[in-house]
């Protein structure tokens, strides 16, 4: 009896074990399966990159986005990607820009230190644009093919322009500059713009300065501003 007890118990133990291994089988399978699945739908998803921690409305209106970076946030562009795909997906901010000192979100203060490379690329329905005191760079492109951009106003803060930073503005023709000292620019900061026609504005005591140093001696007038005018800032925004 003890035989035949054993003989039972080995084929119960015997086909437990196949079992078991049939159900191993199956569920690795259905795993496998899930798996395809789930990357084959991650491969059909169009997938959005964005290139900016948060956004916000800035009190002249528009939406800007922003990167965090050492002291601050930059202005950028909303999409990963080369700067002819900068704003595939967003709306381009329009009208007459004030670019902030500071944005405020999720209750936390940032000061705006820089207007990032390409910001404001192929940005045509732009009018005008003031970049408030405190921002001390302005990147390379950063409004490369502004064409209805007509004037700018640059703050004392302003340190750096970068190469086109306004190039192709083509409607551009009036420029004002607040620094007491020309900031480095890029020889080719405002690449393709008739600066001829154009007229620069800079603070009373600096225009002998301007005048001797490219590219800003090439504008077709410079004007010294009052000794009392100074650029507005801007600080209070709605987030998103």
Known sequence: MSDSFDSQRDAIAYRFENELQIYEKREN???????????????????????????????SGQTLYFDTVAGGV????????????????????????TIPSQVSYQGINYPVVS???AAFYSCAGLTSVVISHGITTIGNSAFNGCTAMDSVAIPAS??????????????????????????????????????????????????????????????GSIVAMPCSVTVSTAVNNTER
């Not at 959005?48 to 916000?56: E, K, N, S, Y």
């Not at 950028?76 to 007459?96: E, I, R």
Request: aromatic fraction near 14%.
């Open 74 to 97: 930059s202005v950028v562009y909303p999409h990963v990607g080369d700067y002819a795909s900068a704003w595939n997906g967003f709306d381009k901010p329009t009208g007459a820009l």
């Open 29 to 59: 399978d259905v795993i496998k399966i899930m798996k395809k699945a789930f990357f084959t739908l991650l491969f059909l998803l169009p997938l959005t990159v964005l290139a900016f921690d948060f956004q916000v409305v800035v009190p």
């Open 115 to 117: 207007v990032g490379p």
């Open 158 to 219: 302003i340190t750096s322009i970068g190469s086109q930073s306004f190039g192709a503005c083509s409607s551009l023709t009036s420029v004002c500059v607040y620094a007491p000292e020309p900031p480095t620019t890029a020889s080719g900061a405002f690449y393709n713009v008739s600066l001829s026609a154009c007229v620069l504005y800079v603070p009373c005591e600096s225009a002998s300065a301007y005048m001797s140093v490219a590219p800003w001696n090439g504008f």
